[in-house]
C-alpha cells in the first residue's frame, strides 16, 4: 500500500517536470517558426529552398502538437470533449505519415481495415497512440521486414492489431512498459508508452501485448465501439 502512494506521487512529480520541460521547449520552436514563416514568404529565396521551409515548418508543426499533447495528458485540466473517430480513416493517415519512416529501414507497412468502425476518443490522442506503437513496431524491426496494422469491429468492441516480425520483448520487458523513462534505445525517451497507456485508459480501452524475444510483438488495442 505504502509503495503504491509513493509510486503515485512519483509519478506526479515526474509529470509536472515533464510539463515544464514541454514549455520550455515549446517557446523557442514557436520562435524559429515565426523565422521561418518569414523566410518563407521572401521573394530572395530559390523556390527550392522555400519548399525546404514549408518541409521545416511542417515539422515543427508535429512537434508542437506532440508537446500539447503531452502537455494535455500531464494537465488535464486543458479537457475536450470525446468526439465521434473514424478509426478506419485515422489509421489510413497515420500509416501514410509513417510510411517514409518504415522506408528508411526497409519496412513496409501493410494496413487492412475490413469495415468502418468508430469510437469516442479525441481523434489526436487516437493518433498520437498509433503513431506511438508503430514507430516502436519500427524501430524493431530488421530489415526487410513488414509490420502489419488490422482494425475490425468484433461485438462491441474496436480491435487494433499491431503486428511486427522484429526483436521481440522478455516477459520482464513487457512488464516494463510504461514506465516513465524506460527505454532501451540509444535515443529513445520512454515516454511513448506512458503516454499510449494514459490515451488507452482514458478512452477505457485495453492494450495487451504478446511478445517473444527474436520473434516480434503482436500489440492489441480495443475500444468500445460506438
Ligand atoms: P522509446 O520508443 O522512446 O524507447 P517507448 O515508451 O515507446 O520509448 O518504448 C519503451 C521500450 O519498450 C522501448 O525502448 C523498447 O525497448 C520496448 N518496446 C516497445 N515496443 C516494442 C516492440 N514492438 N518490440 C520490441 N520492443 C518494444
Ligand atoms: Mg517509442
Known amino acids: 500500500y505504502y509503495e503504491q502512494i509513493q509510486q503515485s506521487g512519483n509519478l506526479k512529480i515526474t509529470g509536472q517536470l515533464a510539463a515544464a520541460v514541454a514549455h520550455e521547449i515549446r517557446n523557442p520552436l514557436t520562435v524559429v517558426k515565426g523565422f521561418l514563416q518569414l523566410f518563407e514568404q521572401d521573394s530572395s529565396f530559390s523556390p527550392d ?38 478509426v478506419k480513416q485515422v489509421l489510413q493517415s497515420v500509416t501514410d505519415l509513417l510510411h517514409s519512416y518504415g522506408h528508411l529501414h526497409d519496412n513496409t507497412i501493410e494496413l487492412t481495415v475490413t469495415e468502418d468502425c468508430s469510437i469516442s476518443a479525441n481523434t489526436i490522442e487516437f493518433k498520437q497512440l498509433l503513431i506511438n506503437i508503430i514507430k516502436n513496431a ?3 524491426s530488421n530489415e526487410g521486414d513488414s509490420v502489419f496494422v488490422s482494425a475490425r469491429r468484433e461485438k462491441d468492441e474496436v480491435i487494433i492489431k499491431v503486428v511486427d516480425q522484429g ?18 534505445k540509444s535515443k529513445g525517451t ?21 511478445s517473444a524475444k527474436g520473434q516480434g510483438t503482436t500489440v492489441t488495442i480495443s475500444f468500445p465501439a460506438i
Do not use: C, W
Not at 167 to 184: D, H, I, K, N, R
Open 167 to 184: 526483436q521481440g520483448m522478455t516477459e520482464t520487458e513487457v512488464a516494463s512498459l510504461g514506465t516513465p523513462f524506460y527505454s532501451l
Open 190 to 210: 520512454g515516454l511513448g508508452m506512458m503516454i499510449s497507456f494514459n490515451i488507452v485508459e482514458k478512452y477505457n480501452g485495453k492494450m495487451d501485448f504478446q
Open 138 to 140: 519500427i524501430e524493431a
Open 49 to 86: 529552398r522555400k519548399g525546404h521551409f514549408t518541409l521545416m515548418i511542417g515539422e515543427l508543426n508535429t512537434a508542437e502538437q506532440v508537446i500539447s499533447q503531452f502537455l494535455s495528458i500531464a494537465k488535464p485540466e486543458n479537457e475536450k470533449a470525446p468526439e465521434t473517430v473514424n
